[in-house]
């Protein structure tokens, strides 16, 4: 055992660096803190008390204290308010005290200048989470257990299982405490540690060692897979920028494991599982079908899925009373001015200036987002037109559509589609004497 976690310690950590140990007085952690100080890394120790237990929550640190005295390691230590935490922030107590716990670590590690937290996760553990994730229901990714590291999070025991550990502590003649909250089937992770493996045991009593060496081996297919993944969103994703990307339904498709491609393209993206699979279901269909995370919305127009972050509340409205610069956002502003008509005046050419006969626009404006049944007569033409299939003749998607704004005259009518086309109502003339002359400034 100790040779096993030398070879996975040698490969994470290095001796000229120093680490945090996550230390909450149990078998694993105490082993974990004993087998780093056997091989000599600088090492400090780190406790958290999230008050859950009573007073075995105070006898934990005590522990803590007494043994990390004993060896010499300096120790930090935090208390937490768990219970009050989950509340605030409608999460599990366990995802409470995971929170608090790596943020407490994290924040070690950079103001102790160490290089990363050691966690006492071993090969037990691993397979927990693979069962767990089967039951919930998983992808590829979810059969590769827990990882060796993560950022600076870091698990050299995952190749020592936890009778490994139980037979070194007591070789050593070292104690521990034990936590009976872990005894207890009330969660699903006690539920699969007392209830389900013994059984599969009882099978095969090396199910926990297959399940642990099959997660090495999609550990390494996981790899191969990636990449080729990765190959694939190249070549299926038509643009992608800060705030969202445009996906080729007809690419995507295309290629071999559609669902798992946009699966990969959208997790990140706080989609779920299952609404990837509604989408897929949907290429097909109607276009304008939308779908919402918690950051990012996501359409089907056409032949293209496009998903965005979500937008900030959209501009509903703001009076122009008179000439002058106004502000439309935190990136956009707009100004209003009159120009004389003189002979040597051109009208703007440009998108984001617009040139109309001041005496065919009445104040005061106002600026706002398109409403259903708005229409306009588009410069150069006679008839009316519905705003609507105006944007839908300029391919505009469905969040191109929120955003676009029109400017409207003390009667609510259109003087200028934003950036695409003013009313010809407006239109400078050879009769014009002054020009209102509206402009966007990014």
């Keep these: 055992m100790i040779e096993k976690f030398r070879r996975s310690s040698q490969v994470l950590l290095s001796s000229r660096k120093s680490y945090l140990v996550a230390l909450s007085g149990g078998a694993d952690s105490v082993a974990l803190l004993r087998l780093l100080l056997s091989q000599n890394y600088k090492l400090e120790a780190a406790h958290c008390n999230f008050h859950l237990r009573g007073e075995e929550s105070d006898r934990d640190e005590a522990f803590c204290k007494k043994l990390c005295e004993e060896l010499g390691v300096p120790l930090h230590f935090a208390h937490f308010d768990t219970r009050t935490f989950a509340e605030l922030h ?3 107590i366990e ?23 050691c966690v006492a996760h071993h090969r037990d553990d691993s397979v ?6 089967m039951v ?45 909250s872990n005894l207890c089937d009330d969660v699903q992770r006690n539920k699969m540690r007392l209830n389900v493996i013994p059984e599969m045991t009882k099978v095969n009593p090396s199910a ?20 080729a993944i990765g190959e694939a969103i190249h070549r299926v994703t038509v643009n992608s920028d800060n705030n969202g990307m445009a996906i ?35 290429v ?11 950051t990012h919305s996501l359409i089907i127009d056409r032949d293209t899925i496009i998903v965005q ?24 502003k707009i100004r209003f001015a009159y120009v004389s008509c003189d002979k040597d005046f051109a009208p703007s050419r440009s998108a984001d200036k617009v040139s109309l006969d001041a005496e065919k626009v009445k104040f005061p404006l106002t600026v706002r987002t398109v409403k259903a049944g708005d229409w306009f007569i588009p410069f150069g033409m006679t008839g009316r037109k519905l705003l609507s299939d105006f944007l839908t003749d300029k391919k505009l998607s469905l969040f191109e559509k929120r955003r676009q704004l029109v400017v409207v005259d003390a009667a609510d009518a259109i003087v200028w589609v934003v950036g695409l086309r003013p009313d010809n109502r407006c239109r400078i003339t050879g009769d014009t004497s002054k020009v209102l002359e509206i402009s966007i400034a990014h």
């Design 208 to 227: 926990v060692e297959n399940i642990h060496k099959m997660t090495h081996r999609v550990q390494d297919a996981m790899a191969i897979l990636n990449k």
């Design 284 to 294: 097909d269909g109607l276009p304008g079908r939308e779908w919402l995370s918690s």
């Design 90 to 92: 409608g999460v599990s």
């Design 95 to 117: 995802m409470a005290a995971r929170t608090l716990r790596y943020d407490y670590f994290h924040k070690l590690i950079d103001d102790l200048h160490l290089d990363g937290v």
């Design 136 to 180: 919930r229901g998983t992808g590829i990714d979810g059969l590769k257990g827990i990882m060796p590291h993560n950022g600076k999070v870091l698990r050299p025991m995952l190749d020592v299982s936890r009778q490994d550990i139980l037979e070194y502590l007591n070789s050593i003649g070292q104690d521990y405490i034990t936590d009976s």
């Design 128 to 133: 927990e989470t693979v069962l767990l994730n």
């Design 248 to 282: 080729s339904i007809p690419s995507l498709i295309a290629e071999p494991g559609a669902e798992t491609i946009l699966w990969n393209i959208l997790k990140d993206k706080d989609f779920s599982s299952q609404q990837v699979e509604q989408i897929m279901a949907n």
């Design 309 to 332: 972050k979500k937008e900030e509340e959209l501009l509903r409205e703001m009076k122009i009373p008179e000439t002058g610069t106004y502000i439309i956002n935190d990136s956009r």
